[in-house]
């Protein structure tokens, strides 16, 4: 089992920016991708970066140039560096760690909530 505790979020203006943090514990199995989606109101949850244990990252397209997603290594944890936030970036923000070779190794944090006013 892995445990995932994502922190950072809270309530902004537009062009604020937050940082994000996602700190795994347990059975980290390598190699490993660890991602940052979110669900907006009435929305799906849709991925907004992913950071792979092997050196990739990926950002969705609607926040390419804003957000950076980043990890330590040693302390088992992933950032998402948020700037220029919109109100449409509004959302629960959620962790999810998958281990790319134990395929049934797949974890979800509670989320945390970011609100950008504008």
């Known amino acids: 089992q892995v445990h995932l505790v994502e922190s950072g979020g809270g309530s902004v203006q537009a062009g604020d920016s937050l940082r994000l943090s996602c700190e795994a514990s347990?059975?980290?199995?390598?190699?490993?991708?660890m991602v940052w989606y979110r669900q907006a109101p009435g929305k799906e949850r849709e991925l907004v970066a992913a950071?792979?244990?092997?050196?990739?990252?990926k950002d969705a397209d609607s926040v390419k140039g804003r957000f950076a997603i980043s990890r330590n290594s040693a302390k088992n944890t992933v950032y998402l560096q948020m700037n220029s936030l919109k109100p449409e970036d509004t959302g629960i923000y959620y962790c999810?760690?998958?281990?790319?070779?134990?395929?049934?190794?797949?974890?979800w944090g509670k989320g945390t909530l970011v609100t950008v006013s504008s």
């Open positions: 347990g059975q980290i199995t390598r190699p490993d991708v």
């Open positions: 999810n760690y998958r281990s790319l070779v134990a395929t049934d190794m797949d974890y």
């Open positions: 950071d792979f244990s092997t050196g990739t990252t």
